[in-house]
């Protein structure tokens, strides 16, 4: 499909993905999940049912900020029904040459939505996201949108830390809207409501007799939580609270201020909290229970591995085009990481010249 169109509730333009991939094949959602596609990006997808390793190369400015987000609706497209047939569906997406997240669709209603994130620093002009298949069902991606930062956005987010989301939450109901995004927030970040299904999580929670659900993956798991409070009664009030990351006391005594928002966070400190635990709690003398505005809550996303030298790639590139090897599993970085190096390609990886 290469349509571009404006999308109808956000007015933000999509374009099709010609040009900023390479194989693949393009399919619509099955007839059936037609009508519970709430967009258009959702009704179409590419699948990549060949090669280990599928990279999208999107324009960006080096060293700049962006989010990076990826949907993901089956729809059945395939007519397997893989995501409700029992085996594991599962694949991977990578940011650059490093591992972003696991995709798991695993007894996924098939008209399920599901989406990741990464607010990352662009190494080069061009940012790749590339699917990976880890032998437990093929990959796809129904769209990706790429967001510029504002570089004083997100301090601790920079050329080796990027950060994975996990959650980001309003509360309140100004809206009835389970998500907003832009034009209520510049920079197009979905926002859920405290009250939508998803946002039941009982992960954080105003009382002491807060219920705990586990986050996947393992203890290393390391989070960083961001809380925005802004003071909303009018007069002086007498308001305090302690805020906790588990046991651990992030801010004790904090009241929020009245003329602007605090966006709380450690200096980007991970926090360990594998239970994904949070607690606001009153001090003794305050007369007003807690309150918050809104919570963020993102994981750690390590880019350490190295990218191959841009001038080596561009020559290589070349070579590829002079020879018209469209058609081989040469995309992403051609020598890395070293498993996904490009096929009859011989990088060398010296310790002493990285
Ligand atoms: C998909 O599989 C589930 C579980 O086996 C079954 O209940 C459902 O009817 C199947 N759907 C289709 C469209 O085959
Ligand atoms: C970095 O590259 C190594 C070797 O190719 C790979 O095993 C590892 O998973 C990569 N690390 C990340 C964070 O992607
Ligand atoms: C994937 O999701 C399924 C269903 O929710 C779950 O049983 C399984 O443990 C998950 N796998 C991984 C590796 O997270
Ligand atoms: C980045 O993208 C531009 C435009 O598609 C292309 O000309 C250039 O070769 C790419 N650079 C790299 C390093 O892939
Ligand atoms: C990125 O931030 C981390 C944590 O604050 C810091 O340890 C690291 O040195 C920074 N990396 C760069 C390249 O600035
Ligand atoms: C907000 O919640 C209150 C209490 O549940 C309800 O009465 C009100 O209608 C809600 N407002 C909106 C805009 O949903
Ligand atoms: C809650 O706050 C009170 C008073 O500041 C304190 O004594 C208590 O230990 C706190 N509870 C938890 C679970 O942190």
Known sequence: NRRTYNDSPTGIQYHSDHGFVDGGLSHKISTEFMADATNEQQKTLR??????RNCYTLPSATGKKFLVRALFTYGDYDGLNSTMSGSLFRFGLHIGVNFWEAVNLTNSDPSNTIWKEVLTVAPGNNLSVCLINFGTGTPFVSSLELRPLQDVMYPFVNSSVSISY??????GNMTTNLITRYPMDDYDRFWESS?????????LSRTTSNEVRRLP???????LPIFHFAEVVDNNPNRSFNIYSGDEMLFPDFSPSRSQVDSMHQNGRFLHNPAASFL???TNNSVLPPLINAFELYSLVRMD???TDSNDVSYIKEVKKHYNLAQINWNGDPCSPREYSWEGLICSY?????
């Open 166 to 171: 996990f959650i980001r939450i309003r509360f």
């Open 217 to 223: 993956g393992n203890d290393a798991f390391q989070l």
């Open 305 to 307: 591995n190295l990218t």
């Open 350 to 354: 010296p310790k002493s010249n990285q």
């Open 195 to 203: 009250s939508s299904s998803y946002a039941t999580y009982p992960f």
């Open 47 to 52: 699948s990549f049912p060949q090669r280990s």
């Open 280 to 282: 606001l709690n009153k």
